[in-house]
């Protein structure tokens, strides 16, 4: 598959009055073209300020990028003035963000907003760029579409608004779709009509999307791969059915064993202990050592490397060590170990690691 | 033993004028009861009129129509200081949002023993910290924090400061209006494990308001599902997402995403139009038993359909 963008040892840093807060410490990952891949992760693992980068949207100072690339279609992004970025942020690389209230402007009609994106970017006449904005609110789903033109925002559902948010972002044909909690804010049913939006028009257009997420249900939804990320660094990454199935970290399967399975109502809920590090003084070792019952002698002394569990699926934790001692995870992961390889064996592939 | 009733909602009627005469029906004729001990979740979409009942309840709100029974008596009506204060302390609150819901300008055990001053509780100020240092440990902090400000601390923890609260006054019952929401994965188990421990210790009564199915099929016993201010279906919650009966709770319980690849893979989802059920004018909608302890709001019609289909 093809590489479309590729992000390297990427470190990111806000200085404030306190210190430097290490927000991103070492992030790698590809994406390929047309997947999509989530980032799951609690508030402060870096998830929001990686993706925010993608797009150069930290404001320096206080944000820093102190160290890594993303390159994309054959530029180093890290290294481009703000106005070579202007031509790839809202171009190639979209994003949309949790909240759609606060994403549009509330004294524009819908039609100028979207068409707004579409004569920054493209050499259209007006009446084009009018007509390409009805022909997106369309795509999006949207009825009536010359009368919601002349619309504002306020006269929009919290689904509504998403989709034009979705709209406005697809304006110019990106490349690549950054979706930050795009369906945090919205109610479950109207969560499932954006979500099946989203796949169909990446059907229709190709695109990559990035979706970052903490609801493993989303997530299992709309993943192709899933990269799970914890204070400032991937700690694990894979397919879908690799992370599901047949978790490696940890703090991935305590993320799996903390959502209620329906059929254990009487076990107490699996929970982490503790709470997130301190990125200000980020502890030596592995970060989630403090919070882990599986936590090695050697956590809380040296960071573990990324051990590769097959072609596609890597995690950071020295439990896969060969001199590491053998563990059992929860139970609730355990049995989701046990579907694996039925799943990867229908799939047509060998069941590996 | 026979469940004994601690609350009776009947007929709650919440509307509120929405100017130009017109009124909005956010609770429009809700009936259910809450049996002792037990954990009644409630659920539905943003604007359907959960949390609204959960206020009403708790009479932050005068409703418009129907009763509020607890312990067979009426919360709503006129009051006398006294009965007010003690109604106040067996029943409590905990909100969505740990961060407007905590006084940042009091400290930690100001905020926990308000409440427990309010009712004079305690005799003594050695007393009186003296809970509050129980409280903190019961969930799960620590006496250090009880002179800290709330932006000392995170989120979860907040949120266990809330819960410290409403027990300071020992309360028979509780309503959590969507307690978890705001919290991470991680924090919100924690979170849902302290609540159930402290309702099998202290045999507490919840009520609990929540949009995240999956939590609250977890924490509850029973479980009502609201729609535009009716409660549609109400069942035990085994029941409920086994053999759910009312379109509307089919279509809610087949958009939530599972944490599970292979059936998202296959999810079907179903879409509820309230123009389905084809009503006629001046048809008689009722909240009726369909199994035993499973009921839905239906006509006559659909009840004998229902019946044949399930009883």
Redesign the interface.
């Known amino acids: 598959m093809e590489k479309i963008l590729q992000v390297n040892d990427l470190h990111i840093s806000f200085d404030i009055h306190a210190g430097e807060v290490q927000a991103v410490r070492g992030v790698t990952f590809d994406l390929y073209k047309g997947e999509t891949l989530a980032i799951v992760g609690e508030s402060g693992s870096g998830k929001s300020v990686t993706s925010k980068a993608l797009m150069r949207l930290l404001p320096t100072p206080p944000s820093r990028i102190k160290q890594g690339e993303i390159l994309f279609e054959g530029k180093d992004l890290t290294k481009l003035s703000e106005k070579e970025m202007q031509s790839i942020r809202g171009a190639k690389i979209s994003m949309i963000f949790q909240d759609p209230m606060t994403s549009l402007n509330p004294t524009m009609t819908i039609g100028k907003q979207i068409m707004e994106a579409i004569l920054k970017h493209q050499k259209l006449s007006k009446d084009e760029a009018r007509k390409r904005a009805i022909e997106l609110l369309q795509l999006v789903g949207i009825k009536n579409a010359e009368l919601r033109m002349k619309q504002y925002p306020h006269q929009f559902s919290g689904g509504m608004r998403q989709r034009v948010v979705i709209a406005i972002a697809l304006a110019c044909n990106p490349k690549i779709l950054i979706a930050d909690e795009p369906t945090t804010a919205l109610d479950v049913t109207i969560q499932a009509q954006i979500l099946e939006l989203m796949k169909d028009i990446q059907k229709k257009l190709g695109m990559s999307i990035i979706f970052i997420t903490h609801d493993l249900g989303v997530v299992a939804n709309m993943a192709d791969r899933v990269a799970v990320m914890y204070a400032g660094k991937i700690v694990e990454i894979g397919t879908v059915d690799e992370i599901f199935y047949n978790p490696k970290h940890p703090y991935t399967w305590g993320l799996l064993a903390s959502m209620p399975s329906l059929d254990h109502k009487d076990t107490e809920l699996y929970s982490i202990p503790g709470s997130p590090p301190d990125l200000l003084n980020p502890p030596k070792g592995d970060a989630f050592a403090p919070r882990n019952p599986y936590a090695l002698k050697i956590d809380y002394e040296l960071e573990p490397p990324m051990f590769q569990v097959s072609d596609t699926h890597y995690a950071a934790t020295w439990l896969l060590h060969e001199m590491a001692p053998k563990v059992e995870p929860p139970a609730i992961v355990r049995e989701r170990m046990e579907r694996f390889a039925d799943i990867v064996a229908r799939k047509g592939g060998k069941p590996r690691g | 033993m026979a469940r004994q009733k601690l609350l009776e909602v009947k007929n709650l009627k919440q509307y509120f004028p929405a100017g130009r005469g017109e009124v909005v029906k956010a609770v429009d004729g809700v009936t259910f009861d809450i049996y002792k001990g037990e954990t009644f979740g409630l659920v539905g979409?943003?604007g359907c009129g959960k949390s609204t009942t959960g206020r009403t309840i708790i009479r932050l709100y005068e409703a418009t129509d129907g009763e509020v029974l607890f312990n067979g008596v009426n919360v709503h009506g006129k009051k006398s200081k006294k009965e007010l204060k003690e109604l106040n302390r067996k029943m409590q609150m905990i909100f969505q949002d740990p961060y407007a819901s905590l006084n940042p300008r009091m400290t930690v055990a100001d905020i926990i023993a308000e409440g427990i001053d309010i009712h004079g509780l305690a005799k003594t100020k050695e007393e009186r910290m003296q809970r509050v240092y129980e409280l903190l440990e019961t969930v799960g902090l620590n006496r250090e924090h009880a002179s800290r400000y709330p932006h000392e601390f995170?989120?979860?923890?907040r949120q266990r400061i809330g819960i410290a609260r409403a027990l300071a006054v020992e309360p028979e019952f509780i309503i959590a209006d969507e307690p978890i929401s705001a919290l991470?994965?991680?924090?919100?188990?924690?979170v849902?494990?302290l609540l159930?421990r402290l309702q099998r210790e202290k045999g507490l009564t919840y009520l609990f308001i929540a949009?995240d199915?999956?939590?609250v099929?977890?924490i509850s016993d029973r479980i009502g599902v609201m729609y535009f201010g009716k409660m549609v279906e109400l069942a035990e919650s085994?029941e409920l997402?086994r053999n759910p009966i009312h379109p509307y709770t089919k279509?809610?319980l087949?958009?939530?995403?599972?944490?599970?690849?292979?059936?998202?893979r296959t999810?079907k989802?179903i879409v509820?139009d309230p123009a389905q059920h084809g009503y006629k004018d001046g048809e008689e909608l009722e909240f009726r038993e369909i199994t035993p302890g499973h009921f839905v709001l239906c006509s006559e019609e659909e009840y004998k359909r229902y019946r044949a289909m399930y009883a």
């Open positions: 979409e943003s995170s989120g979860g923890q991470d994965v991680s924090i919100q188990a924690q849902v494990n159930k949009h199915l999956s939590m099929k977890y085994e997402y279509a809610l087949s958009a939530i995403p599972l944490p599970d690849p292979e059936t998202e999810r989802r509820y």
